[in-house]
């Protein structure tokens, strides 16, 4: 029996961190012993908003991949390849910008949010508008029914389903499959300061591959509840972005629900539950960063995984180009 295909992947724009561990990388570590898994180091997405730093995307393909391995994907069980090397990905995404309009992508939750995090104003590059075009052309080339990926990325998965539609509505039969997004129930993990989205450039995120000493830093900052200034005053769980990280870290789920019951009644201070916390990253962080360390003195091998699943992901995706080629009633040679 042939298992169901995950896709999801990456922009290459450095290390990865714990807001993507809790939001997808969990997920795919899973799937790699029941599906057939894919992962995408996304230069040519990350270049979309990213075009005047295209060293930083290089580099971040490495970074990403490096990532990947120190956390347990196994190359033997899943596929980790490059975007810009599957010359399918782009022609499908020509295809499909077809089957899309501007309005719709200018509608799209995401691609808002990100036009007015990234300040384009008016000068949005065509490329960055277009991408959930080219997302759906990376789902839909490996025929992925289920895609891994943070909240915010709901929206993307919605689009690429509208894309699927017409192309089998056009097509007058089920050409592509429809792709679900498996989003983790404890929703997005804030940034170390509160605010509600983790990133590098941010400067509020905790790098899978931190130090001890930048673990120790990012916690000793965190955003708790400002109204709690004494041990015995009574705190808010809510917003108090350490319970929010034990909510997606701790695994002693009792002891848990019981720290935070005496926090809301008083008698629990910040610096407790920070130190538990602090633990737990530690934990989670430090036989990562060993085996990163490790892997990043071959880099060769690194560079073969990569090529290898490039190899095997470039047949995959060829065969879906010419399989919508000739749904869409093109001519064909
Ligand atoms: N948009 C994703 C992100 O920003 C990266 C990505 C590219 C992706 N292609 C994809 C995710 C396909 C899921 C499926 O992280």
Redesign the pocket.
Known sequence: MTRPVV?????TTGPLHIGHYAGSLLNRLRFQDTHEQFL?L?DT?ALTDNAHTPDKVRLGVMEVALDYLAIGIDPAKTTICL?SHLPALAELSMLYLNFVTVARLERNPTIKDEIRGRGFGRDIPAGFLC?PA??AA??TAFKATV?P??ED?AP?IEQTNEIVRRINTTAGRAVLPEAQAVIPQAGRLPGVDGKAKMSKSGGNAIALSASPDEIAAAVKAMFTDPNHLRVEDPGRVEGNVVFTYLDAFDEDRTTLEELKAQYRRGGLGDSKIKRRLEDILQALIGPTRERRTQLAKDPAYVLDVIRRGTEKARSRTETTKREVVEGLGLFML
């Open positions: 896709l999801t992947g990456d922009r995408l996304a997405q975007q991408y080219a997302q990376d789902i895609v990926v943070g990325q993307l």
